[in-house]
Nanobody
Framework: QVHLVESGGGLVQPGGSLRLSCVASGAIRGEYNRAWYRQAPGSQRELVALMSSGGSLTYADAVKGRFTISRDNAKGSTLYLQMNSLKPEDTAAYYC???????????WGLGTQVTVSL
């Protein structure tokens, strides 16, 4: 079982920045695709950024050039999402996701709220 805990959300003005963190613990064995998703009220959960087990990166069109997904190998399985030039439409709950490349099992954190507003 993999346990994920997100942090770093908050209230920020348009144009501001936040860095989200996701600390993974538990039985982290094998390879995982790691990702950030977000869900705004009344909307479906959507992929924001993905880091494959091989290190390739994928971003949603809405965040390309503004968000960066990264991993801290020195800290083991800590995943980050650097968010710059934030817009009101980035307001959502942000969730960390690990998907095992072997079992295809999904692990989710409880999310961290990001609100972009004046």
């Amino acid at each position: 079982q993999v346990h994920l805990v997100e942090s770093g959300g908050g209230l920020v003005q348009p144009g501001g920045s936040l860095r989200l963190s996701c600390v993974a613990s538990g039985a982290i064995r094998g390879e995982y695709n790691r990702a950030w998703y977000r869900q705004a009220p009344g909307s479906q959960r959507e992929l924001v950024a993905l880091m494959s087990s091989g290190g390739s990166l994928t971003y949603a069109d809405a965040v390309k050039g503004r968000f960066t997904i990264s991993r801290d190998n020195a800290k083991g399985s800590t995943l980050y999402l650097q968010m710059n030039s934030l817009k009101p439409e980035d307001t959502a709950a942000y969730y960390c996701n690990f998907r095992s490349t072997f079992t295809a099992l999904d692990y989710w954190g409880l999310g961290t709220q990001v609100t972009v507003s004046l």
